[in-house]
């Protein structure tokens, strides 16, 4: 069985709606088993949050990990934009990254890999870097299209087989065509990831609508059909 699970809800803290408590109660009420949350790190993008007050993002959540510990586990996260142009820590951030006394961040989400319209870093260059860290790293609402066109299929699906990143599938609409998902259009290349043991993570990249935290349901059904291996979080302390 696969976890009623949300990793990608942005808060107050960047570009959100609602405060962090918010997005977690709501989870609660609505049964899910994991929620994360995930805004965005410093870009010129949106409001984010500086990579100076990562530290007080980060010991906020710990907080409500520590409140909500019996009701649902909570796991903090944080997006980055891939756009060296707009978010200028991408290609030094493992300092930033690095564990330290209360500072434990769970997973880090990263947009725009290979995306010509965000101007995102190669996936090349992205695993590189993405080495360097010493985090759960995951692809946010993952859009194979472009990768397809400039990797061709084998090339992108040993590329990403081959390293430590997780997909995540979405129900952000952003990039559906006709009302389609990539996920959908694309299920023979995601049915091929989960084969090769790729691990993957439900998000809905929730904004304004508080009732976007629980709209995973296709999400985690089509995951369940797929047979995938989902991205846990082990407890470290
Ligand atoms: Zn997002």
């Not at 803290?13 to 899910?32: M, T, V, Y």
């Not at 756009?83 to 820590?89: A, E, G, K, M």
């Not at 290349?189 to 904004?207: N, Q, Y």
Request: aromatic share 10%.
């Amino acid at each position: 069985m696969i976890p009623k699970m949300n990793l990608h809800n942005h808060t107050n803290f960047s570009d959100g709606a609602w405060s962090p408590f918010e997005i977690i109660q709501k989870a609660c009420d609505e049964n899910l088993d994991i929620i994360g949350i995930s805004d965005h790190l410093q870009t010129t993008k949106t409001p984010s949050v500086k990579i100076e007050d990562l530290p007080n993002y980060i010991e906020h959540i710990e907080n409500l990990k520590a409140q909500f510990k019996n009701k649902i586990k909570v796991v903090s996260g944080i997006e980055i934009d891939s756009c060296p142009d707009r978010s200028p820590f991408v290609r030094d951030l493992s300092s930033f990254l690095h564990d330290s006394g209360s500072f434990y961040l769970d997973y880090v989400l990263v947009e725009y890999i290979g995306d010509p319209l965000w101007d995102g870093l190669s996936l090349d260059e992205f695993i590189k870097i993405r080495n360097k860290w010493d985090k759960t790293v995951g692809l946010a609402h993952w859009n194979p299209e472009y990768l397809l066109e400039t990797l061709g299929l084998e090339k992108l699906v040993k590329s990403i087989s081959e390293s430590d990143l997780f997909i995540e599938i979405t129900s952000f609409s952003r990039y559906n065509r006709n009302g389609i998902s990539p996920f959908e259009r694309e299920r023979p290349l995601f049915k091929r990831l989960a084969e090769l043991g790729v691990k993957f993570a439900v998000g809905s990249d929730t904004h304004d609508d508080l009732d976007d935290v629980a709209r995973i349901t296709n999400e985690i059904n089509y995951l369940e059909d797929l047979g995938a291996n989902i991205v846990s979080f082990d407890d470290k302390k």
